[in-house]
C-alpha cells in the first residue's frame, strides 16, 4: 500500500486551477460527526464560539448536525438539529449551514418524499441552505425520490457513497452514472472505514469519474493515520469539496483536522483565512473535551481498518472499561472474519461470546446445591444500591451466594462459588481471578492455557456448556445454552445442583428494544421452558420478565 504523501504543490495548484477561481470548498462536520462522542449534546456557548470561528476561518459550509425525526432515547438538540433550534442558536450572517440525513431514516416508512416534507420546510424559510443524504450503496438507488424532494424545496443538495473502499471501479462508475442524471449539486465518496490509501483515492476519483462529471468531495477518516494524505491525494486528483472538524473530532478515530488542513494549504497557496481563532479554540475547548472522549488514531482503530471493521466496534468496546486489550484485538480479529463492515450491536456481542463452543464437563453437580435458596449477584448497579439490603439478608436466611463472573460491590468473603462461562470475560476478569480465590464453576474448555497461574489459588468445578441456537437443555455434568450467557449457565448449574429458587440481585436489564435485553429475555424464555427450571424472582429492581419482591420483606 502506498502512502506517499502527495508533495507537488504544482500538481496541487493545477488541479485546483482546473476547478475554477474558486477551487475548494471546505465543509466542517465537527458537530455533525463528532456528535457521536457526545451524544449531539454540544453546549450552546461553545456551538456559538464554534460558529464565529468558522466564519472568521472563511469555512464555506458548516454541517451542524443530523436531520431526524424524534429518537426513541435521549440525545442532544444536533441529532436533530430543528429549524427552530438554530435560530435559536443564532446562525452569522453569511455563514452557510447543512444538514446530513441517513438514507436509511428517509426510506424508513417506504415513502421517502413524505418523509423528506415531514423532516424539511421550504429552503427559503429555513437556516439551513446545503442538506446532504448518506447512503450505504444498497440504499443509493432508492434515494431518488429523497433527493428530488429536497431539491424541489429549494437546497443545494449533497449525496455521499458511504464505505468506498473496496468497491469495484464497475460499480462506483454505474451508481456514479445512475446519479448523475439526479438533481445533485455535490458527489461525494466516503472513507468510512478509515483503510483507503493515496492510491485507493486515484483510482475511486478516477472511477467515479466515468459516470459523474459534476463536483466531488471526499470524507476521510484517520483510523490509520491518513487522513490528511488521502485529501491531499483527492485535492491533486481533482476533488473539491473537503469535509473536516475541529481536531478531527469525529466517530471512531475522527477525520482529518480542520486545523491541519488549513494550515497545510496556506502552506500551498490554497488558503488565505484567518486562523488563530481556529487554533485557539483547539486548545481551549476541544483538547479537553479529546481527553474526555478520547478519539483519534491509536492501535485498535489501525487494526479495524486492516480488517475492514466499522470503527464503531472500537469506540464501544473502548467506552467499556470491562473491555481489556486482549479481548479488544480478539473481537476485532472474530469481526473481521465476519465481515462487520456495519455496526451491529449483536454482532458486536457474538464477537465477546464463544458462539461454536463445545465443552463437555466432568464434574458433576446432582444434589450439589440440595433444596438451598441460591442469591444469584449480578452485574447491575442494583447490588450496589442495595448492598446493605443484600448483606441483611444473606446474614438472615443464609443462601448459597453466586455471583455471576465478578462483581465490584459485592464483598468477595460472603459468596460460596463464582460462576463463568465467556472466554472474553475471564480474560476481562483475569486481574480479579488473580487477585482472589474460592469456588469457580467453569466450563475448562474456555479456560485460557497461557494463564494457568491465575487458577492456581482457585478450586475448579467443571460444568460442561454447549452452545446451540434457539436452545437450552440442563444435564447434570453441563448445559446446551442459546449463548455463552454467565448467568443462564448459573441458572441451569442451580436446576442441576438441585436448588430450590434462585433470587437474582443485580439483574437490572436493559432499555426495551436493546438487543442485549431481548437477548437475555429470550434466554429466560428457554429456561422457564425447561423441565427441571426452578422458580426466579428478582430481589433487586429489574426491566427483565421476572416477579420482584424486595430484601427488607420479612418474608422473601
Known amino acids: 500500500m502506498s502512502i506517499e504523501q502527495p508533495n507537488s504543490q504544482e500538481a496541487l495548484l493545477a488541479a485546483a486551477s482546473a476547478a475554477g477561481a474558486s477551487p475548494l470548498t471546505i465543509l466542517d462536520c465537527t458537530l455533525r460527526d463528532g456528535g457521536y462522542y457526545n451524544n449531539w449534546d454540544f453546549p450552546t456557548p461553545l456551538v456559538r464560539r464554534y460558529l464565529d470561528v468558522m466564519k472568521e476561518a472563511g469555512v464555506d459550509y458548516v454541517e451542524l448536525g443530523l436531520r431526524a425525526l424524534a429518537s426513541s432515547a435521549y440525545a442532544g438538540p444536533y441529532a436533530f438539529t ?10 452569522p450572517d453569511g455563514m452557510r449551514v447543512g444538514v446530513m440525513c441517513n438514507a436509511k431514516d428517509l426510506l424508513q416508512g417506504g415513502n421517502p418524499v413524505e418523509m423528506v416534507n415531514r423532516l424539511f420546510s421550504h429552503a427559503d424559510e429555513s437556516p439551513v ?20 424532494a429536497l431539491a424541489e424545496l429549494g437546497y443545494k443538495v449533497g449525496f455521499n457513497f458511504m464505505q468506498s473502499s473496496g468497491r469495484s471501479r464497475e460499480e462506483l462508475a454505474e451508481k456514479s452514472a445512475l446519479v448523475s442524471e439526479w438533481p445533485l449539486d455535490v458527489l461525494y465518496f466516503a472513507d468510512s472505514l478509515g483503510n483507503m490509501s493515496p492510491d485507493d483515492i486515484r483510482f475511486t476519483v478516477s472511477a467515479m469519474r466515468e459516470g459523474w462529471s459534476g463536483p466531488m468531495g471526499f470524507h476521510s477518516h484517520d483510523n490509520m493515520g491518513l487522513a490528511l494524505v488521502n485529501v491531499l491525494a483527492a485535492i491533486e486528483a481533482g476533488v473539491t469539496w473537503i469535509d473536516a472538524t475541529v481536531l478531527g473530532m469525529g466517530r471512531g478515530a475522527g477525520n482529518v483536522r480542520l486545523e491541519y488542513l488549513l494550515l497545510e494549504l496556506s502552506q500551498r497557496g490554497l488558503y488565505s ?13 476541544f483538547q479537553p473535551m479529546q481527553k474526555a472522549y478520547g478519539w483519534g488514531a491509536n492501535l485498535y482503530y489501525h487494526l479495524s481498518a486492516m480488517y475492514g471493521v466499522h ?44 458462539e461454536c463452543l463445545i465443552s463437555k464437563g466432568s464434574w458433576d453437580a446432582s444434589s450439589w446445591l440440595d433444596g438451598k435458596d441460591v442469591l444469584l449477584i449480578g452485574p447491575g448497579e442494583g447490588v450496589k444500591q442495595h448492598l446493605e439490603g443484600l448483606l441483611h439478608y444473606v446474614k438472615r436466611h443464609k443462601p448459597f451466594v453466586m455471583c455471576v463472573n465478578s ?3 459485592f464483598p468477595s468473603h460472603v459468596i460460596n462459588a463464582w460462576v463463568a462461562c465467556n472466554r472474553q470475560r475471564l480474560l476481562l476478569d483475569r486481574e480479579f481471578y488473580a487477585e482472589n480465590h474460592g469456588q469457580l464453576v467453569v466450563p475448562a474448555g474456555v479456560l485460557d492455557e497461557e494463564s494457568k497461574a491465575v ?42 445442583g438441585g436448588a430450590r429458587r434462585v433470587l437474582m440481585a443485580g439483574f437490572d436489564g436493559y432499555l426495551h428494544g436493546d438487543p442485549r435485553h431481548n437477548q437475555m429475555e429470550q434466554a429466560l424464555s428457554l429456561y422457564r421452558s425447561a423441565p427441571q427450571s426452578v422458580p426466579l424472582v428478582a430481589i433487586t429492581p429489574t426491566t427483565l420478565s421476572l416477579p420482584e419482591t424486595s430484601p427488607y420483606a420479612l418474608e422473601v
Open 273 to 285: 483565512g484567518k486562523l488563530d481563532g481556529l487554533l485557539n479554540l483547539v486548545v481551549e475547548e
Open 407 to 409: 462483581n465490584p460491590w
Open 129 to 148: 441552505e446545503l442538506v446532504r443524504v448518506a447512503a450505504h450503496f444498497s440504499e443509493i438507488e432508492a434515494s431518488r425520490e429523497a433527493v428530488v
Open 82 to 91: 430543528v429549524d427552530d433550534w438554530l435560530r435559536h442558536v443564532g446562525i
Open 455 to 496: 487458577w492456581q489459588h482457585w478450586t475448579l468445578l467443571d460444568y460442561g456448556i454447549q452452545i446451540k441456537p434457539e436452545h437450552l437443555a440442563i444435564h447434570s455434568t453441563g448445559a446446551e445454552l442459546p449463548a455463552a450467557l454467565s448467568a443462564v449457565y448459573g441458572l441451569a448449574l442451580c436446576s442441576a
Open 311 to 354: 470503527p464503531t466496534y472500537v469506540q464501544e468496546m473502548l467506552s467499556d472499561e470491562r473491555y481489556k486489550p486482549s479481548a479488544i484485538i480478539t473481537a476485532l480479529r472474530r469481526l473481521g472474519e465476519s465481515g462487520a463492515k456495519g455496526f451491529s450491536r449483536d454482532r458486536l456481542l457474538d464477537a465477546m461470546q464463544d
